[in-house]
């Protein structure tokens, strides 16, 4: 069943140097106790969509589209129902979050925060949930008496992972959970997550710029570029044999989890990101592109149907066209070779 869907949204700042287009027109869908990751470079768009997805952007931003969490759009429901939802049915574990326990309250305290807010649990009641959660992410339950300086920064990353877990909710949106961390905690930690949406049956949204990162933890993967999903599909084919040059170049960038030989040699993406609020004509991906022609910065964008889910609903995606003629530019590649380099977003036939 379908638990989360995202229908054409958009979101765009509004700034004194004018208006910064961050998310241009993105689809996707989550069936429940799935886990989807969202990949990009920095200023792609990822902590943007992840933030709309609970309406945490800025007042000023200007959001369209589609945000349904259990078929009820996030978007337009009250602030009052808004307020339920989050952490009830839907809660954020954010960038560097262990940094922003309060210091000088404990760590149980601060775990039945939720459960008390949310009417959920008091008293002994919530003390019995707090600890029962310091277990599932691993910690004694002990460690409700200690303050968060006595913890290290992969045990906090833990107890956030334990508020976010507090009020069982449906939908745990992560954005970029472990990148504070060093790499063996940082698998400990991702291990966790993996594990604890899974015995829970809660859907995951992971955002990463690391695609090896979520090709590990997640079931499938939607690369942005520009504000755009240019490619999605199962994280096996994405991050394995990816179709979009520029999902290629990413799965290329990041070395692959478990594999020490390809930590040797790295290949990093040549260019920089374009600024989104001057994004390239045509395919945005062009001026960097391995296999651009010049008719890539002029081509229009189109829709483009990018994948099933395991519901056998259709996803809805932005195709950049242009890439399927740079494709049959590509000396000694076979036609399908072509399609599946240069149609930028692949057709993915889930058949799960
Ligand atoms: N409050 C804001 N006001 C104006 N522009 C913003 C604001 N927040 C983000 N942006 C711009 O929106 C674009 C997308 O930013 P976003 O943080 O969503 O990207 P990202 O892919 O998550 O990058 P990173 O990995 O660096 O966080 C960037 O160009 C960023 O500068």
Redesign the pocket.
Known sequence: MTLLELRDVAVT?R?AAGD?P?VRGVSLGLAEGEALGVA??????????AMSLLRLL?RD?LVSGEILLDGEDVLTMSWGRLRAVRWASASLIF?GAQHALNPVRRIGDQIAEPLRVHGIATGAAARRRTAELLEQVGLPAWRARSYPHELSGGQRQRVMIAMALACSPRLIVAD?PTTALDVMIQAQVLSLIRSLIAEHGIGLVM?S?DLSVLAATCDRLAV?YA?RVVESGPSHEVFGDAGHPYSRALAEAFPTVGDPASRMAPRGLGGDPP??AHPPTGCSFHPRCPVSLVSCASEPVELWPVGRTKTGRTEVGRAEAGGAEAGRAAAGRSEVAHTAACVHVRVHEETR
């Open positions: 700042y700034s910064v961050a990009g470079e920095s200023g792609s768009g990822k902590s943007t969509l800025p931003a960038q970029e955002i710029h942005m504000g600024d989104p």
